[in-house]
């Protein structure tokens, strides 16, 4: 037992079915790959423009006819994927460290286009025509979509959400927004807009809670204006003015 190397076993030899066996298993071995687990060492990526490619190795290692480990070689320049149909994308290009699989194709790629072209070789599940699908075995994500089983989707981004488009509708039965004191810092809503038309009731404060509203420029109410606290125009309370008529100034309101 001790004599035998490589994928050679005691009945390899025993009968010609054997031996064709062992010579068909050991050929399919050194020359069809399938799927790796792999390591990015390396990216190419060109932003939102389409898709690069990365350097990557292998996470097994080969061994050799006396069962030592054959170091992994990098293998250059490998497509990686994304989501995408048409012109609509997720963009989530890998980064180095990351952990994916490798698939290798049946033929050589390397002039793949999206029109059928000939192949450079001959060559057939070769390395060097692998095709990168991320990400397995990775680190815990901070930004993330997550669509949940009870119909939620939760949209976490600790630093910005950037939305750039010419029109946006939200449908929904109720919206809250916070914009609560963080890290010591207050924080805000801010609507930078020529025009804003709110077609429904506008309160300030809630829970016993006063809000103050500030208003620049000229002020056009259609409708009742319903204010618990005082009402200041042009610096004039509304709750303390006082008006000059022949016998002195009148007395305030309240």
């Not at 037992?1 to 068909?24: A, H, W």
């Not at 799927?35 to 060492?41: G, N, R, T």
């Not at 033929?107 to 070769?126: L, V, Y």
Request: charged letters at 15%; aromatic letters at 6%.
């Amino acid at each position: 037992m001790e004599k035998l190397k490589g994928n050679r076993k005691i009945s390899s030899g025993s009968t010609p079915y054997n031996q064709l066996d062992f010579f068909v298993q050991n050929l399919i071995k050194a020359t069809v790959n399938t799927a790796l687990p792999v390591k990015v060492v390396n990216v190419y990526s060109n932003g939102v423009g389409k898709t690069g490619y990365v350097d990557i190795i292998p996470l097994t290692q080969s061994y050799d006819g006396f069962g030592n480990a054959i170091l992994a070689q990098t293998i250059f320049k490998v497509p990686y994927c994304r989501i995408q149909g048409g012109i609509a994308s997720l963009i989530i290009d890998p980064v180095v460290g990351d952990i994916g699989i490798a698939v290798f194709a049946q033929q050589d790629i390397t002039n793949i286009s999206n029109t059928p072209q000939k192949p450079f070789s001959k060559r057939c599940f070769s390395m060097a025509d692998a095709l990168y699908i991320g990400g397995i075995l990775n680190q815990e994500p901070t930004i993330y979509l997550e669509l949940t089983q009870n119909n939620e989707a939760n949209l976490i981004a600790p630093l910005s959400v950037n939305i750039k488009t010419k029109a946006m509708t939200i449908d929904c039965e109720s919206m809250k927004v916070n914009a609560n004191t963080i890290n010591m810092k207050a924080n805000s809503v801010t609507i930078d807009s020529p025009a804003t038309t709110i077609t429904g009731n506008l309160t300030t404060g809630t829970n016993g809670n006063g809000g103050n509203v500030s208003m620049t420029g000229q002020v056009k109410i259609k409708g009742g204006l319903s204010a618990t606290q005082d009402v200041t125009a042009s610096g004039i309370s509304l709750n303390s003015h006082t008006h000059t008529c022949p016998d002195g100034d009148t007395s305030s309101p309240i």
